[in-house]
């Protein structure tokens, strides 16, 4: 069924230390994955989105990696600060008008 | 610009009881979707409105409905609530609703007792 697997569930780096979030999704047919941060008591926020036809996309010190054929797209943030400690979730697009996100990442960037 | 409004912000119920839960979309969005939010379970489709239609449904039993109004603005409610509804309900508005951003409410929180 439509599921989409995200790892690890917490991590936990030193400040300026790089961090990566793996999700793997099950539905072939997606062609939309975004990343969304949700801080404490907020809903959560767009910070990346990666479309198909394309491998790798990357925004200051945010990136995002994309293997359509092992269904694998992954999250780097180089750099971390203390800002960046939030819960991160993948998200695939599946379907119409539907999104199908993991089960978070909470990320703990210490001073 | 307003963000998307959601209220209440909390609230508490027992179980048996009904709820109503209001979401407003950005302006000029005519998607709007709900997610409820659970510990572990991260965030799961409820439905999604355009045009006061709706266009999908998640896996969630029928006492789970809600509708869309000619101004975009969106209700949700539960029915004979269990434990298990304790969450955090997201609203999200968009556009088109689809492959583009969504943009999420704080959330209403509901408690159930």
């Known amino acids: 069924g439509e599921n989409v697997e995200q790892h690890p569930s917490t991590l936990s780096v030193q400040e300026g230390d790089s961090a990566v979030i793996k999700c793997t999704y099950s539905?072939?047919?997606?062609?939309?994955f975004p990343w969304y941060k949700q801080e404490l008591g907020k809903g959560p926020q767009l910070i990346i989105d990666?479309?198909?036809?394309?491998g790798e996309k990357k925004d200051q010190r945010i990136a995002v990696t994309l293997n359509k054929t092992a269904k694998h797209f992954s999250l780097h943030i180089t750099e971390t600060q203390p800002e960046d400690s939030a819960v991160y979730f993948c998200?695939?697009?599946?379907?119409?008008?539907?999104?199908?996100f993991g089960t978070g990442t909470r990320l703990k960037v210490l001073a | 610009k307003a963000g998307v409004t959601q209220t209440p912000r909390y609230l508490i119920k027992t179980r048996g009881q009904q709820v109503t839960l209001s979401c407003s979309p950005i302006s000029g969005h005519r998607s709007v979707s709900w997610y409820q939010q659970t510990p572990g379970q991260g965030l799961q489709f409820l439905f999604e409105?355009?045009?006061?239609?709706?266009?999908n449904k998640g896996n969630f039993p029928g006492r789970f409905s809600g509708r869309q109004f000619s101004n975009s603005r969106s209700e949700m409610n539960v029915s004979t609530l269990e434990l298990g509804d304790s969450a955090l309900y997201l609203c999200a508005s968009s556009k088109l609703g689809r492959t583009g951003e969504l943009f999420f409410g704080e959330g209403s929180r509901l408690t159930v007792l």
């Open positions: 990666i479309r198909s036809n394309v």
């Open positions: 998200a695939e697009e599946s379907g119409t008008y539907k999104y199908i």
């Open positions: 409105y355009f045009s006061e239609t709706q266009r």
């Open positions: 539905d072939s047919a997606s062609n939309y």
